[in-house]
């Protein structure tokens, strides 16, 4: 509990610069030419990537809290912006860098390419999380219907790992071990809710 103590003393508004601090590297990287031979494909890549590694994060809070009894969930909404800031980055580089704006061959992409189908939808199921992650969305919705809401997260996050693997088209560990990570989280959470089932 000590070290939970010593961690809750940090303010949860120090996630958003400190969180942000990749991005900015990385869009100065590409745009001075430091991110190899195509720094744009390189700059997507790394933004979707932090996001993934951000939504990852996200989902340790409450094994965190369960198993290690460290209790860091006042900085979760912290983190789950940071992490659709990457996203929404992520998808803004395609939209207006790698696509500029070309909206039928965006839709071509969404229809022709499963894992930009897949990144789509995680991208929506992220959306209204977003929107919501404020004090009043949680007065306005109630307590119960809000969290129903923030478990589209979950999804969402698999998607986004789905999408990374496919993204590769080969079989690449990197991208795999995301995949487990999450399925092991994902899997641990319902059997939670199971036996919380069970019990109840």
Known sequence: MAQSKVWTRLPSWLIYPVGMIPAVYLFYAAFTNQLGADPLDALENEL??????????????????????????????????????????????????????????IWGDIVK?????????????????????????????????????????????????????LLKKTWEPEPLVYLAIILVLLGWRFLQFKRAVKNA
Request: charge should be positive.
């Open 48 to 105: 979707g990537e932090w996001a993934l590694k951000f939504l990852v994060l996200g989902l340790l809070f409450t094994p965190l809290l369960k198993i290690g009894r460290v209790n860091l969930v006042k900085y979760r909404r912290a983190i789950g912006l940071v992490a659709f800031a990457y996203v929404f980055l992520h998808l803004a580089v395609y939209v207006a860098l790698d696509r500029q704006f070309g909206w039928w061959e």
């Open 113 to 165: 390419r499963p894992y930009i189908t897949i990144g789509m939808a995680a991208f929506i199921l992220l959306l209204p999380l977003a929107i919501t992650s404020n004090n009043a969305s949680i007065k306005q919705l109630g307590t119960a219907a809000w969290r129903n809401l923030h478990k589209l997260a979950y999804p969402a996050v698999l998607f986004g790992a789905l999408h990374y693997v």
